[in-house]
């Protein structure tokens, strides 16, 4: 895998976010200036400790909150170098057909069922036939090992089940890009290990670029090829998988600079560290926990 111009799907440069602070006193910058590539056909994990702003930054890729500094850069060949921060409406959504995302939740419609959840964007973004929408429907719940639940409500779905369907939702329109946000969250560990092992299946056989968001590291060094580490808001360091491996197996008595035993600290869920104070967090992170993650932040630019 090379990282030319031509291998680069998606350029995030220089991304700021702020958000107001609760009590009215200024903001608090969530992202400080990141800056990365995806390269197609890739799965790059996003990973990082509660409040160091993956979220924020997943929520920017996919144009649920406009940056306040910086570009997001999405390129493919038929449409050129489309900056989805700076665009007009009517491209964003042009571009948002040819990403899919699966929600931590699944987000599944509680009132359809598994096919017409994921009839809903045949539906509304083609002008395919009813028949067709048929086939296709089964065709992608059948490459979740679905098709036999097709007929239920979400209700009546385990949380593996709701994530699968999820992802057949996510993969309707034959998205070049797959977005994950948490996929492993709420499962056991054999449950989370099918859904990373069909995750990578979906990869191999779509020939799609995959941006894995997560904190569950099991689930992030089976399916990774690259790997970026969020620390407040910025990147504290990117590459490839067996570099973080190192890490985590290292000695910490070997490793000479804050960054690495912070990476070390963060991979192996050390409860001491440079990532946390006396009170076992840093400061950083208890006000994006008590702020942006239970929605008391507001983004400065809203």
């Given at each position: 895998m090379t990282d030319k111009p031509d291998d680069i799907v998606l350029a995030i440069r220089d991304v700021v976010v702020r958000f107001d602070?609760?009590?009215?006193?200024?903001?608090?910058?969530?992202?400080?200036?990141?800056?990365?590539?995806?390269?197609?056909?890739?799965?790059?994990?996003?990973?990082?400790?509660?409040?160091?702003?993956?979220?924020?930054?997943?929520?920017?890729?996919?144009?649920?909150?406009?940056?306040?500094?910086?570009?997001?850069?999405?390129?493919?060949?038929?449409?050129?170098d489309v900056d989805l921060a700076h665009c007009d409406r009517r491209t964003a959504d042009t571009l948002r057909k040819r990403f899919g995302i699966l929600f931590q939740s699944g987000a599944l419609f509680s009132s359809m069922t598994v096919a017409e959840n994921v009839a809903l964007l045949l539906r509304e973004h083609t002008d395919v036939d009813k028949e067709i929408i048929d086939i296709v429907v089964a065709m992608k719940l059948q490459q979740v090992h679905m098709l036999e639940h097709r007929d239920k409500k979400p209700a009546q779905l385990s949380g593996g089940q709701k994530k699968r369907a999820g992802l057949a939702r996510a993969t309707a329109l034959d998205p070049e890009i797959l977005y994950y946000d948490e996929p492993?969250?709420?499962?056991?560990?054999?449950?989370s290990t099918a859904i990373d092992h069909l995750m990578m299946d979906l990869s191999q056989k779509l020939?799609?670029?995959?941006?894995?968001?997560?904190?569950?590291?099991?689930?992030?060094?089976?399916?990774?090829?690259?790997?970026?580490?969020?620390?407040?808001?910025?990147?504290?360091?990117?590459?490839?998988?067996?570099?973080?491996?190192?890490?985590?197996?290292?000695?910490?008595?070997?490793?000479?600079?804050?960054?690495?035993r912070l990476i070390h600290q963060f991979l192996r869920g050390d409860a001491t560290g440079p990532l946390t104070d006396a009170d076992g967090m840093s400061l950083y992170e208890k006000l994006l926990v008590d702020g942006e993650e239970s929605g008391v932040f507001r983004h400065a630019g809203a």
């Amino acid at each position: 895998m090379t990282d030319k111009p031509d291998d680069i799907v998606l350029a995030i440069r220089d991304v700021v976010v702020r958000f107001d602070r609760p009590d009215g006193s200024g903001t608090i910058t969530v992202l400080n200036g990141v800056s990365f590539d995806v390269i197609r056909g890739e799965t790059l994990v996003i990973m990082g400790g509660s409040g160091c702003g993956k979220s924020t930054l997943l929520n920017c890729l996919i144009g649920e909150i406009e940056p306040d500094e910086g570009k997001i850069i999405y390129r493919f060949p038929d449409l050129g170098d489309v900056d989805l921060a700076h665009c007009d409406r009517r491209t964003a959504d042009t571009l948002r057909k040819r990403f899919g995302i699966l929600f931590q939740s699944g987000a599944l419609f509680s009132s359809m069922t598994v096919a017409e959840n994921v009839a809903l964007l045949l539906r509304e973004h083609t002008d395919v036939d009813k028949e067709i929408i048929d086939i296709v429907v089964a065709m992608k719940l059948q490459q979740v090992h679905m098709l036999e639940h097709r007929d239920k409500k979400p209700a009546q779905l385990s949380g593996g089940q709701k994530k699968r369907a999820g992802l057949a939702r996510a993969t309707a329109l034959d998205p070049e890009i797959l977005y994950y946000d948490e996929p492993s969250a709420g499962l056991d560990p054999v449950t989370s290990t099918a859904i990373d092992h069909l995750m990578m299946d979906l990869s191999q056989k779509l020939h799609v670029t995959s941006v894995v968001v997560t904190h569950e590291m099991d689930s992030a060094f089976r399916i990774a090829d690259r790997m970026v580490m969020l620390e407040q808001g910025r990147i504290l360091r990117m590459g490839p998988r067996s570099e973080f491996e190192r890490l985590r197996d290292a000695d910490p008595e070997t490793l000479s600079t804050r960054d690495d035993r912070l990476i070390h600290q963060f991979l192996r869920g050390d409860a001491t560290g440079p990532l946390t104070d006396a009170d076992g967090m840093s400061l950083y992170e208890k006000l994006l926990v008590d702020g942006e993650e239970s929605g008391v932040f507001r983004h400065a630019g809203a």
